[in-house]
């Protein structure tokens, strides 16, 4: 390897999230290498649309949850093996990989058992500050550099004795704009009934174990005297069996498709009933004081002498405040009546509801990057500091 700059960047994603980081990384380093670097990869559409070759369709291997990735077992262990031989038969100068562990991190120790010399940067630290601690340590092999979402996770890995971390800033940190209201578009709590955000999850299989728990809170709080309109962001394929499952709801949702859509409910929105998620981070972002669930598949009670959680919270708002800003209740614990304890005073103007919005107002000032940087932009530059860093001598 030779010259100031990689020349050739591989850049593996495995899901839409990923995805989008991937496309904003490559079009930041572009900017910096100029338009004769080439990216190659495992893309989805959006990292296709900024110039990254893909050597299948990401779709391949875009499942979730234990039945789909058991089901889809061997397609899974068979891209792994073609994306690393083909990032061995023509290695980059550098691997970027992006989220989805499972997938990713299989490919890197392939890559680095066979080509030691390329440097491997991780874009999404895996939840090694939740569960699983020693997954820090053991990456340190293979990974050079950890891109950090989150602003709490360098000094977590410093902890655990994992690899260099920085953290780069969450993408949602650069649509503050669109999450929050316009003068007029957030009406006052008390001036008539509340407009209640209601996210049971973009999964099918999160949404339906939490709508049933999401109406029958929605019941106790209409029986206590609350009046509410309900909007529901979800997706179109979604949408037939969120409105079944809502059929006897004491308010009838009004159904959202789509990221515009959502973004103008979240913009008005005066509370929310969600399910545990980034989405969570958008509601605090925007201002929207929240209760927050999370019920696991049945069987999960059955690993729970295996499983050993790490962190104080489940929220992300929560994990970089460092307190229960957002009340959070997690399986045994998130029942109606207990949901419904919660959400109450967040739908009217009370003390609990002030402390929450004056809360999530900090946010900001922990997840905002020096000097206005955007995160794609302080992602290349970590990107790259960490690529002059790290090279090794071939062989």
């Known amino acids: 390897m030779s010259g100031a700059a990689p020349r050739h960047v591989a850049i593996v994603a495995g899901e839409r999230s990923g995805d989008a980081l991937g496309a904003e990384l490559a079009r930041a380093l572009r900017r910096r290498l100029g338009e004769g670097v080439r990216f190659r990869g495992v893309a989805g559409p959006r990292m296709l649309a900024a110039g990254v070759e893909t050597l299948f369709p990401m779709e391949d291997i875009a499942v979730m949850g234990v039945g789909p990735v058991i089901a889809r ?146 019941r106790r709080l209409a029986d206590e005297g609350h009046a509410f309109e309900v909007t529901l962001p979800t997706t179109e394929r979604l949408a037939p069996d969120i409105l079944r499952m809502a059929a006897d709801w004491p308010a009838p949702p009004k159904i959202v498709l789509g990221e515009a859509e959502k973004l103008a409910a979240f913009r008005a929105g005066q509370a929310a009933l969600a399910a545990s998620g980034t989405v969570t981070l958008e509601l605090a972002l925007a201002g929207v004081p929240t209760a927050a669930a999370y019920r696991l598949e049945w069987f999960a009670p059955l690993l729970e002498p295996f499983i050993r959680i790490e962190a104080p919270f489940i929220l992300l708002p929560n994990l970089i405040l460092g307190e229960r800003a957002i009340p959070e209740c997690v399986h045994r614990d998130a029942t109606p009546v207990r949901l419904a304890a919660e959400l109450s005073p967040l739908l009217r103007d009370s003390q609990e509801r002030a402390e929450q919005v004056a809360a999530l107002a900090r946010l900001d000032a922990v997840m905002r990057l020096p000097d206005g940087e955007t995160p794609s932009e302080r992602a290349a530059d970590v990107t790259l500091a960490a690529w002059n860093r790290a090279r090794r001598p071939a062989g």
């Open 73 to 218: 077992l061997p397609t899974l262990l068979r891209r792994i093996r073609e994306t690393a031989d083909s990032l061995i038969a023509d290695p980059p100068d550098l691997l970027v990989i992006v989220d989805s562990p499972d997938f990713t991190h299989r490919v890197a120790r392939r890559l680095r058992a066979a080509r030691p010399e390329v440097p491997i940067v991780d874009y999404v630290s895996p939840t090694v500050w939740a569960w699983r601690p020693g997954r820090a340590k053991a990456m340190r092999p293979y990974v050079d550099q950890i891109l950090a979402l989150l602003p709490f996770e360098p000094a977590a890995h410093e902890r655990l004795g994992g690899p260099p971390c920085a953290y780069v800033g969450h993408p949602l940190i650069e649509r503050l704009d669109e999450l929050r209201p316009a003068p007029g578009e957030r009406a006052p709590i008390g001036e008539g009934p509340a407009r209640l955000l209601v996210l049971p999850g973009s999964r099918a299989g999160v949404a339906h174990r939490h709508m049933p728990l999401f109406g029958e809170t929605l």
